[in-house]
């Protein structure tokens, strides 16, 4: 006998909002268990179904209304208290205002971002060339199904907010259509909301739902596996740190260039965004590089020309032009590209536009002196890192995330001179880490990161 789907979203609420991150797990199924059994205060339900509101009102839960984009203008407010509203799909900041005026001040209302992917590993990948299938080698680096750029680009598009992602499970290969994600592949999608400072909305896949419902035991060791992640990220530390960064990406539409800084991402290159018009108010001492994938306006030239004079580098893709620079024999030139020397930096100019997103990526990531970088990374090839900074630069926070769910040992180099380095992670509780200083960084290793951790580099007080 059939039966309806529910879209049914439950919200770990850990922590007051200003505080925490939120892990909002996804669940279409009929049956709503108890806050008591899966260990939840809150759930968003959808708001069509009154029958399942009202359900999830008597249970006591603190109650989110789910409710597509194009549904918003019909929205009425059901009887009894709501948490808050969910907007599923693309909402114009109008509906949003008009939305938000018509419901009290007390009811939260957060906008889902959907142009994520489930985070995964792509190994092995099997491809057809001229009708022959070619399976990728274990030995070449993996591509990551990530949502690091995703994150920096909806930060940047809203600087004000914490973004809420959500991603629609894909088994990897097509033969596994029915195959549903592994704890660990629930475990990597909440890991890598936490390191880069989003809120998750996390699908429950159909055979969990069941095996929760039923109690089995391998289903609620794997949901309290789940909950320790949320607990673990609820912390939201990135969002009470800066984020250093070795380049600026200039751009209008960052989307329209996502997989340069999906690359850059990839390799560990800390990016941030400056909309194109707003270089020359931008306090660019902090970078090292500029990115400029559009052509520049004659104040953007003379802020450019200004940051390589001082030491900075500039990268331009494929954007002729005629600039101060070239107006000195350049440095180094290849059919590829040409290299000027400004001032105490340099300006290096590259005949097409970005064509290779990896190779620019990796081109840029040369360009930056070692000793300037704000992470290094050896042995993680399936590791993403992200660093961030205390005001004050007194503690810096490292989150990692391996994507191939397997113990790695991983090392890393932070600039400057801490006198503690601490590790943790959902899984492995807390240790102190031995670290070594050399050439006025502090270099340290993470022992067996398997999906999720950080490390916090402690400065010596003042």
């Known amino acids: 006998m059939s039966r309806s789907r529910i879209l049914l979203t439950l919200l770990l609420a850990v922590t007051p909002a200003i505080l925490h991150a939120e892990v909002l797990f996804r669940w279409d199924g ?15 339900v959808p708001a069509a179904d009154t029958a399942l509101v009202q359900r999830a009102q008597a249970e006591g839960y603190r109650v989110y209304l789910e409710v597509p984009a194009s549904a918003l203008t019909g929205l009425t407010r059901p009887a009894g208290s709501i948490a808050g509203v969910v907007v599923n799909g693309d909402a114009t900041a109008a509906q949003v205002r008009a939305l938000r005026q018509r419901l009290p001040a007390s009811v939260t209302v957060r906008v889902l971002e959907l142009r994520g992917k489930w985070p ?14 070619q399976i990728a080698s ?12 995703l994150m920096r680009i909806a930060r940047s598009e809203a600087p004000d907010r914490v973004p809420l992602v959500s991603y629609t499970w894909v088994p990897t290969l097509p033969s596994g259509m029915d195959q549903a994600p592994s704890i660990d592949d629930y475990l990597v999608a909440i890991a890598e909301a936490g390191s880069f400072g989003a809120d998750l909305v996390l699908s ?26 949320a607990s673990f990220y609820s912390w939201n530390l990135p969002a009470r740190y800066s984020a250093p960064a070795d ?10 260039w996502f997989e340069v800084m999906n690359l850059l991402a990839r390799h560990n290159v800390p990016f941030e965004i400056i909309p194109s018009g707003e270089l020359a108010k931008k306090d660019l001492g902090a970078l090292d590089a500029l990115i400029v994938l559009e052509a520049p306006t004659a104040a953007d030239v003379e802020k450019l020309a200004a940051f390589a004079q001082v030491g900075g580098t500039v990268v331009l893709a494929g954007v002729p032009g005629t600039y101060p620079w070239q107006s000195a024999e350049p440095q180094a030139k290849t059919d590829e ?59 810096v926070l490292v989150t990692a995330i391996n994507y191939t769910q397997q113990p790695l040992e991983i090392q890393c180099r932070v600039p400057g001179s801490f006198v503690a380095v601490h590790y943790e992670s959902p899984e492995g509780g807390s240790q102190l880490l031995p670290f070594q200083h050399r050439d006025g960084s502090t270099e340290f290793v993470i022992p067996a990161l398997r999906i999720g951790g950080r490390v916090f580099l402690e400065g010596a007080s003042h």
Not at 247 to 256: A, C, H, L, Q
């Open 30 to 44: 009929r049956d709503l268990p108890s806050p008591e059994a899966l260990g939840l205060s809150t759930v968003v």
């Open 120 to 133: 995964h590993i792509r190994s092995n990948a099997v491809t057809t060339e001229r009708g022959t299938l």
């Open 138 to 149: 274990r030995t070449a680096q993996p591509w990551i199904e990530n949502n690091a750029a």
């Open 204 to 229: 429950v896949h159909e055979q969990l739902q069941q095996a929760l419902l039923l109690g089995t035991p391998d289903a609620r060791a794997g949901w309290e596996r789940m909950r320790a992640y």
């Open 247 to 256: 380049v600026g990406v200039i751009v209008s539409d960052p989307m329209r």
């Open 337 to 395: 590209r040409v290299t000027y020397r400004a001032g105490k930096g340099r300006v290096v100019e590259f005949a097409q536009p970005v064509v290779n997103p990896n190779d620019f990526a990796l081109d840029v990531r040369q360009l930056i002196a070692r000793e300037k970088r704000a992470i290094e990374v050896w042995n993680g090839i399936t590791v993403l890192v992200a660093p961030y900074a205390a005001p004050g630069a007194r503690t």
